[in-house]
T-cell receptor, first 113, second 113 residues
Framework: DVKVTQSSRYLVKRTGEKVFLECVQD?????MFWYRQDPGLGLRLIYF???????EKGDIPEGYSVSREKKERFSLILESASTNQTSMYLC????????????FGPGTRLTVT | QKEVEQNSGPLSVPEGAIASLNCTYS??????FFWYRQYSGKSPELIMF????GDKEDGRFTAQLNKASQYVSLLIRDSQPSDSATYLC?????????????FGQGTTLQVKP
């Protein structure tokens, strides 16, 4: 059974804090993704990774960084959290070839105060 | 600009009716197409995917793809109140093996008892 897990369902942080969001998949997928989702703005891609230690910027990478040291784990880092980063964060993974269907984790609702 | 367009809705149908959700995409070279269902406050869940022109059926769901007209649709037969959700269309337009998908904004479906 496909499984993507995220470290927290709800998180509250203060402005300026460094925030780590972790994502783990057990499907041996090569590709992993971080999105944020806000009302009226849809899913927006922050960063993605197609291999260990490889990363590419998505549509809105500013204020974020990522780390992928192991195939199954992809971390999103907010270097200095700001209130405009309050959002739902979704991690996803997918395999190679035509089977690019992405499987999503449950999401982390982050509130920055 | 690679785009996926969906009518935001809401699309309202009575219980037992057929719901028809549509999606158009900009890149004629797109190869794979996905439909996700997202309940409020939850993460997207893959319903089905389609690669070839024509219809693909899975239970009450049918995906239809017309590459010449650049649209993909999802039909839900015998709609149930539990089908009320936002439906996201996603398209693999990006060449290479990164697995990156372009998501539409989603169509909200309301099934009324």
């Amino acid at each position: 059974d496909v499984k993507v897990t995220q470290s927290s369902r709800y998180l509250v942080k203060r402005t300026g804090e460094k925030v780590f969001l972790e994502c783990v998949q057990d499907m041996d997928h090569e590709n992993m993704f971080w999105y944020r989702q806000d009302p009226g703005l849809g899913l927006r891609l922050i960063y993605f990774s197609y291999d260990v230690k490889m990363k590419e910027k998505g549509d809105i990478p500013e204020g974020y960084s990522v780390s992928r040291e192991k195939k199954e784990r992809f971390s999103l880092i907010l270097e200095s959290a700001s209130t405009n980063q309050t959002s739902m964060y979704l991690c996803a993974s997918s395999g190679q070839g035509l089977s690019y269907e992405q499987y999503f984790g449950p999401g982390t609702r982050l509130t920055v105060t | 600009q690679k785009e996926v367009e969906q009518n935001s809705g809401p699309l309202s149908v009575p219980e037992g009716a057929i719901a028809s959700l549509n999606c158009t995409y900009s890149d004629r070279g797109s190869q794979s197409f996905f439909w996700y269902r997202q309940y409020s406050g939850k993460s997207p869940e893959l319903i089905m995917f389609i690669y070839s022109n024509g219809d693909k059926e899975d239970g009450r769901f049918t995906a239809q793809l017309n590459k010449a007209s650049q649209y993909v649709s999802l039909l839900i037969r015998d709609s149930q109140p539990s089908d009320s959700a936002t439906y996201l269309c996603a398209v693999n337009m990006v060449p290479g093996n990164t697995g990156k998908l372009i998501f539409g904004q989603g169509t909200t479906l309301q099934v009324k008892p």
